[in-house]
């Protein structure tokens, strides 16, 4: 195989602004901010990832600003020149220089399987063995904060055809209002729901409100504790009938064999942005499902760039829960010359080579901080 070397990197941050607020337990989103990368070889062709974090540094303690300053000062200069067909020595070099910055190594691991793969003609998931789906379910995440409001809204969405499942963002307000507005919106809408706390619940916290979810239409609880709090998720999952998810708690293989050994939960949700890239949360899946967890393909609120990641990735699994990769439809615009198409309640899986998606350059200079 002949070398393809890297001939040169960029950095663009960009602030995407959202279709409507959203609102998580810990931060309230007018715009979605991502660090892309984008990496050029010597025959030109080029690779690109996105780090993200959901709404800003509480999620993980990253920044867009921090990790292009971590890039720039230290990764950079240790691409400069590699074959590319060496990701898995690069990204080794790398956790030597740089630890934890999982988004940021995700980006660079990103970009350098998807110059592979634009290299050698095939989409990227053919580096993990080819895909399993060409088109993968897709939830919609509720969060205005707005009973009336987040009905609406799905009803929308299911007329449309785009989806049929709902995650409730909830955790800012009393536990039991938070349960019993999750309870309404769920029955109100018709079809299963799931919440997301982001660790925003103690342990009575969630016993009160399983009291109100128990046997209502609600039926995954997504990380209502802190994440090093596996025991609780633990007596949660025995209390309760409904599915525990470990989100936060699951964001490496040592993070996973905790949750195994714990019993902490029966769903993990997949990311390549806390995973620290397409390799680790690929291995993170491989764990859980072992273990007989069942694997959900999560999103860090990413972008169409994350987003076809994830596709790429999540659609060689076996997933069981379906995806929540819903982004890119509240991004208020697109950074690609096409978009990712969402129809029949599911997001298709790109079928071009590499990422499968192009960036549409102006765009990208539009939306680029300055
Ligand atoms: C998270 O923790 O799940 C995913 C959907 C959403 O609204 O926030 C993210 C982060
Ligand atoms: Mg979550």
Redesign the pocket.
Known sequence: MPAALVRSVETFIVDIPLRRV?K?SRAVLTHQSYLIVRLTTADGVQGIGEATV?GGPWWSGESVEAMRALFLNHIAPLLDGRDIFSANAIMAEIDQVAYANAALKSAVETALLDATARTLSIPMSGLFGGRIADALPVLW?L?TGELEADVAEAQAKIDAGLHRRFKI?VGRGDPGDDARRAVETASAIGCPCSI?L?EAWSFADSTRALAVLDGSGVDIL?QPLPRADLPGLADLARRSSLAIMA?ESACSTTDMISVIRERAASYV?LKISKAGGPSRMLAIARMAQAAGINLFG????DSSIGTAANLQCCSTLPLAGGT?LFMPLLLADDILEEPLIYRDFCVEVPSGVGLGVTIDDAKLRHYERK
């Open positions: 959203h998580l959901p995440v969060a963002k997301d982001n997504e989100d949700s999560g999103t860090a609120l929540e």
